[in-house]
């Protein structure tokens, strides 16, 4: 992903999500321009002071109506005099957020609804891992909005997350029982348009949902022994997923691309256990092929080294 891409993905999670003249100096400009040109930045409220260039003063700015109509602004410098602004250096742009998942989302079936203030969103179906899942995106990772989406997705198991970058999906990953994919890890931009890797969001499920759920309690140490198997058969699986989008990607571009690996928390929602008895499995001295697996999902030459094992050991 090019550094645009990622400065418009972490400046989306900051309130407000703004960009200012300086952004449009930067090498970034023609893609910002783009994205006024399609509705996803739109005009903010203008500066309100100006950094004096000589002496480094926050300066009050002045506007001076002209005789022929229109104005001109001035920065008010207490220790260096008045200097004329120009009006195009006080602009500020801000991200529509619904406009921006509009854009990036286009392939889902749309149902684009703001449902809290501090940045929760629904954003409709998708077709992913070979089912219709809910579609939330959210923006903000702060304390509160984090409580916030706990409350509203406790009891959305199924769904898929979204956040802007790699460092808030994993955020919400400790909260949350469903799957949370960092945008930052998932999206491109290609002939002026988003483009999501559907391979890598898919890849994130696995097989959330072929595990068989236990029908009655067992003794504990059966339980972890099936859960143990099941982590072993569930890690397999993504190295063969991972290996398989390393190989293609390698193909196409001639760069191997890692598939993300999937958080602890995100396993242990697959095979159906608590976050601390995964946490127990990975620790189980009878069991320290899950450390190595853990270890080579997460380095994409490792996953393409495992591959014809992974996938032996997955029969």
């Known amino acids: 992903m090019d550094d645009p891409l990622r400065r418009l993905l972490t400046r989306w999670e900051l309130q407000p999500p703004r960009f200012d003249a300086y952004d449009f100096r930067r090498?970034?400009?023609?893609?910002?321009?783009?994205?006024?040109?399609?509705?996803?930045?739109?005009p903010s409220t203008p500066v309100g002071t100006w950094d004096c260039a000589d002496c480094g003063s926050v300066c009050r700015l002045i506007y001076v109506d002209q005789p022929g109509g229109g104005q001109r602004t001035f920065a008010a410098c207490p220790r260096c005099g008045p200097m004329e602004v120009r009006s195009e250096n006080l602009r500020r742009y801000e991200i529509d957020t619904g406009n921006l998942l509009d854009a990036v989302f286009r392939s889902y079936r749309l149902s684009i609804?703001?449902?809290?203030?501090?940045?929760?969103?629904?954003?409709?179906?998708?077709k992913i891992a070979d089912r219709s899942r809910e579609v939330y995106f959210v923006r903000s990772c702060e304390r509160g909005a984090v409580s916030t989406?706990?409350?509203?997705?406790?009891?959305?198991?199924?769904?898929?997350?979204?956040?802007?970058?790699?460092?808030?999906?994993?955020?919400?990953?400790?909260?949350?029982?469903?799957?949370?994919?960092?945008?930052?890890d998932v999206i491109d931009w290609q002939d002026h348009a988003f483009l999501l890797d559907d391979d890598a969001i898919n890849g994130r499920f696995g097989s959330l949902e072929t595990l068989p759920k236990p029908t009655k309690s067992k003794p504990k140490r059966s339980t972890r022994a099936a859960a143990i198997e099941a982590?072993?058969?569930?890690?397999?699986a993504h190295i063969v997923a991972a290996a398989d989008h390393a190989f293609d990607t390698e193909a196409r571009t001639g760069t191997p691309v890692l598939l993300p690996r999937p958080t602890q928390a995100e396993l242990a929602a697959r095979i159906n256990v608590s976050a601390p008895t995964l946490s127990r499995c990975m620790e189980d001295r009878s069991a320290p092929e899950l450390r190595i697996l853990w270890d080579a999902a997460d380095d994409v030459y490792e996953v393409m080294k495992w591959r014809k094992l992974a996938a032996k050991n997955r029969r």
């Open 149 to 184: 989406v706990c409350d509203v997705l406790g009891s959305h198991g199924k769904c898929c997350v979204f956040a802007p970058t790699r460092a808030s999906s994993r955020t919400l990953s400790q909260q949350l029982s469903c799957v949370v994919i960092g945008l930052e």
């Open 27 to 42: 090498p970034q400009a023609e893609f910002l321009y783009r994205l006024i040109d399609a509705a996803v930045l739109v």
């Open 113 to 126: 609804e703001r449902l809290d203030p501090v940045g929760l969103w629904r954003v409709g179906r998708g």
């Open 231 to 236: 982590l072993r058969q569930e890690l397999n």
